[in-house]
């Protein structure tokens, strides 16, 4: 009997050892999945506070195309006192009121329009006197009529000065009757 105590007592350590495997398999399980998900938690925590700090990295192409340079500052002058002339038609008792503005992008050019305002003003008379009432009531005929009013003052600028230096004309009011 002696011998089966000592087998029963060998059987029950080499149980009691396979016991304490089986206990620390299950632990070192448990510790891995523990970091694992610690580290998935860790991993979305990270990139939730960091997905609207950075800004995405412009493209490659961006970096090397060279920046087109600001336009200048436009400056505005009104052409005053308005406009008033006679005008041609099939009624010839109609007239045309136009108060004109123009755009620089400096603002000396403002002294060669003053300075040169009598040209300019007998030169836009007699261009707006020989228009059309007609052709004015359309759109295109104003676009037309502001196309020519610039280049009659760019002309003139550009004879006295050596320079056009207006680059628009607006109209800011144009009254037919």
């Known amino acids: 009997m002696a011998d089966e105590d000592e087998l029963e007592l060998s059987s029950d ?14 632990t070192l399980f448990l510790i891995l999945g523990a970091v694992v998900v610690a580290a998935a938690a860790a991993g ?38 308005p406009f008033v002339v006679n005008v041609g038609g099939s009624n010839s008792n109609r007239f045309l009121q136009v108060t004109i503005e123009v755009m620089a992008r400096d603002e000396k050019v403002f002294d060669d329009v003053k300075k040169h305002m009598p040209a300019i003003r007998d030169a836009l008379l007699l261009l707006f006197s020989s228009q059309d009432i007609e052709a004015l009531g359309t759109i295109e005929g104003k676009q037309k009529l502001r196309q020519a009013v610039l280049a009659e003052i760019q002309r003139i600028l550009q004879e006295e ?4 230096g207006i680059e628009r004309v607006y109209f800011t009011s144009f009254v037919t009757q």
């Open 44 to 81: 979305g925590g990270v990139w939730f506070l960091t997905r609207g700090e950075a800004p995405p990295e412009p493209p490659a192409q961006a970096e090397s195309a060279p920046e087109a340079p600001a336009p200048k500052q436009a400056f505005y002058m009104p052409l005053d006192p």
């Open 13 to 26: 350590e080499e149980g009691g050892k396979k016991k304490g495997k089986k206990g620390g398999r299950k």
């Open 161 to 164: 000065t050596g320079s056009p």
